[in-house]
């Protein structure tokens, strides 16, 4: 993967979706040489100054456009129930695709397609990630300067990755499934990876 990696010279940073069942977040970085360890910061969503994830929420309203994403979906929605309204929130959402469901319940109840659910939950993230990136480089940062990741379980099979590449394309991260700007990350892979860049010199020598 480094040689493919090193070959790709079109992008400048990249920008990780941590997408997951419970919490949702975002890494930033920019690209680095081979064998060069690269400075990851990872954001909230919802508030790029908090560094710890947001809650795996949105919300659309009756028509099902997109209002929110995270815990301020969450809070609207309450706020929304109070006035005596209702709208379709959807937590959890991500377990509908392991079985392959093609529909998702809201939390009350009614359904939308987990495509448009989950492509809405990528298009927010990935929103929330240019517009901080371009905020930390001082000028707008455009998608096909990216490399993007996106992590994804272990136990998925070459459908379940399918889907993501595709709710990926729906999202307007990249503009096809084959698309070199997008890589697929199985989750205990980044996980070992990022332990690994946390351990001490002598940590590392004995685990390389």
């Not at 503009?175 to 940590?203: F, M, T, Y």
Request: hydrophobic share 40%; with cysteine; charged share 30%.
């Amino acid at each position: 993967m480094a040689g493919f990696l090193k070959e790709d010279e079109t992008f400048t940073h990249v920008i990780a979706i941590d997408f997951g069942t419970g919490a949702s977040g975002y890494g930033i970085t920019q690209k680095t040489q081979l064998n060069q360890k690269p400075r990851i910061e990872v954001f909230n969503p919802c508030d790029d100054k908090d560094d710890q994830k947001t809650v795996t929420s949105i919300l659309f309203d009756n028509n099902q456009n997109f209002i929110d994403f995270g815990t301020r979906a969450k809070l609207k929605y309450a706020e929304i129930i109070d006035d005596g309204k209702t709208a379709l929130l959807f937590e959890s959402y991500k377990m509908a695709l392991f079985h392959m469901q093609s529909e998702v319940n809201s939390i009350d109840g009614r359904t939308m397609p987990l495509m448009k659910v989950i492509s809405e939950s990528l298009r927010f993230i990935a929103e929330s990630a240019l517009k901080k990136l371009s905020e930390m480089i001082g000028k707008t940062m455009k998608k096909d300067r990216i490399r993007w990741i996106l992590t994804v379980p272990a136990l998925w099979n070459e459908e379940h990755k399918l889907f993501m590449q595709k709710a990926a394309v729906k999202a307007g991260i990249v503009e096809d499934v084959n698309s070199q700007k997008l890589l697929l990350c199985l989750e205990p892979e980044g996980a070992s990876i990022q332990c690994r860049e946390d351990a001490d010199e002598s940590l590392k020598n004995q685990i390389t």
